[in-house]
């Protein structure tokens, strides 16, 4: 799908060249008293880093920060690179969502959500988006790009960051546990989604996917729905079948627009879900936001016309 931010391709093979020369350069301006140059902690996007000063106690830096910025399509500069390469604690989402950071550092030095990639398989990813889960969800979490939506994603990075940077995860394990525990007890009820962005949030509960396949699949692949695909979820939402429609508004096109307009028209309660939190909001208590949203509207849902087997 094609969204609202337009950057120039970045090969990763320019991009690790670029971190080798700034690394270089940057040797130079060191003030020597660190031989490794290691700064303590950094993240890929502001979302981690919230997390991250949730459980340090500290302001952590994001190299990827702001709403206005897709991190599936982020042009990382060579001081970027450089500062991954020097942290002596990375915390990344993993996945090729924000690869072109986080491979430029070892391994062991990163705290991830998802498996991570290594250069050549992130190079690869570029050029092979085929994605197709015939059960809208995918069999394990770790396959969900958008991990920051899941409690027990959240959760088990945020002890990783105790782990290899210290402080304290209890008091982000615990905010999760209960979203958790809410998104848990909420009634079966159908929803949808422009693009697959609330998988985590909808995991292991009664909130029932039911997005159109073909148009689920061209969502996936980062492609333009078929005329066949909108029509098909719009004749969902005009029947009534969907009881909340999830909509990620820093990626839109005109299919989308068409959606949330039909939604709208129809009574179907929008939610809108963002990449990233909306300017100086916290991604935690935006976290529990929509949690919160969800909820009311669940339980307020009139499911007349499912067609459930």
């Known amino acids: 799908m094609r969204n609202r931010f ?19 350069a940057c ?8 031989p490794s140059g290691a700064a303590d902690i950094v993240a890929t996007t502001n979302v981690w880093a919230d997390v991250a000063s949730a459980v340090t106690g500290k302001d952590v830096e994001a190299i990827i920060s702001g709403d206005a910025v897709d991190p599936h399509h982020f042009e990382p500069s060579a001081k970027d690179l450089a500062r991954i390469r020097d942290a002596g604690t990375v915390v990344a989402n993993g996945g090729a969502y924000d690869a072109s950071l986080y491979t430029v550092a070892e391994q062991d030095r990163i705290v991830h959500a998802i ?9 690869g990813h570029e ?7 015939g059960d809208h969800l995918p069999d394990s979490l770790d396959e969900l790009e958008h991990a920051w939506f899941s409690p027990e994603k959240v959760r088990e990075v945020a002890d990783g960051v105790a782990e290899k940077a210290g402080g304290d995860a209890g008091g982000v394990d615990t905010r999760m546990r209960d979203a958790e525990a809410k998104l848990k007890t909420l009634p079966h009820v159908h ?4 693009e697959p962005i609330a998988g985590g949030l909808i995991w292991g509960t009664e909130l029932h996917d039911i997005t159109p396949e ?25 029947n009534g079948e969907v009881d909340m429609l999830f909509v990620n508004p820093q990626s839109t096109n005109s299919a989308t627009q068409r959606l949330a307009d039909a939604a709208r028209e129809h009574n179907v309660p929008v939610v809108e879900i963002r990449e990233t939190p909306p300017a100086g909001q916290n ?11 969800i909820a009311d509207i669940a339980a307020h849902a009139e499911p007349s016309g499912h067609h459930d087997h």
């Open 6 to 24: 337009h950057f120039r391709p970045i090969t990763l093979t320019a991009t690790l060249a670029l971190a080798g020369a700034s690394v270089a």
């Open 27 to 34: 040797s130079s301006t060191s003030d020597g008293n660190d």
């Open 115 to 123: 498996p991570l990639l290594d250069a050549e398989e992130a190079h």
């Open 127 to 133: 050029h092979d988006h085929e994605h197709d889960h």
């Open 191 to 194: 929803v949808a989604m422009t």
């Open 214 to 238: 073909d148009y689920l699949k061209a969502s996936l692949n980062h492609q333009e729905p078929s005329a066949a695909a909108v029509a098909a979820f719009l004749e969902q939402l005009e």
């Open 283 to 293: 991604f935690l208590d935006y976290f529990e936001q929509i949690v919160d949203q």
